[in-house]
């Protein structure tokens, strides 16, 4: 079990809930030619006919520019953390389950697999539980390079 765990930036603006909404806002970064690793939609239950946007990343000053046309701006919350990896049968479940052991809540989960690979990511409510989840990843990686090294797998 390996991880590569990473922050993301999260740029966000809000969205109509109608047809071209998403795509209206995407063109604005896409013809600043960011490469977007993150898309993230979704309606507000409680603001009927609008949603939010999220994406990441954006770097650059052409594409900050780019962000700020669209409306978006950086995100302070959720804490937004990447997680990749070789995936194995039951990892969704260990992972979220020390977290959970450590008292640490999620806003938000989207994992999938390719391959034998999967990616992932995790929203969080404070940059102390983004780090503490941090750490509890960091140590299931030791973890299982000890126990290969022990059993020689």
Known sequence: MSFKWDRVHVWSCEITDAPGSVSEKLSFLAQADANLEYIFTKRWPNKPGFGVLY???????????AAKAADMHEA????????????????????????????????????????P?????????????????????????????????????
Do not use: C
């Not at 260990?94 to 989960?109: D, E, N, R």
């Not at 509890?136 to 090294?149: F, G, K, M, Y």
């Open 117 to 153: 690979k999967f990616i992932g990511y995790a929203a969080f409510d404070t940059v102390n539980d983004a780090n503490r989840a941090a750490q509890i990843v960091a140590d299931l990686t030791l973890a299982a390079a000890a126990e290969v090294r022990a059993n020689g797998k």
């Open 76 to 115: 302070d919350a959720p804490i937004v953390r990447r997680i990749e990896g070789d995936n194995e049968a039951g990892l969704a479940h260990h992972v979220t389950q020390q977290w959970a052991m450590a008292g640490i809540s999620l806003q938000g989960l989207t994992m999938a697999v390719l391959g």
């Open 55 to 65: 994406v990441a990343p954006v770097t650059g000053a052409a594409q900050v520019r």
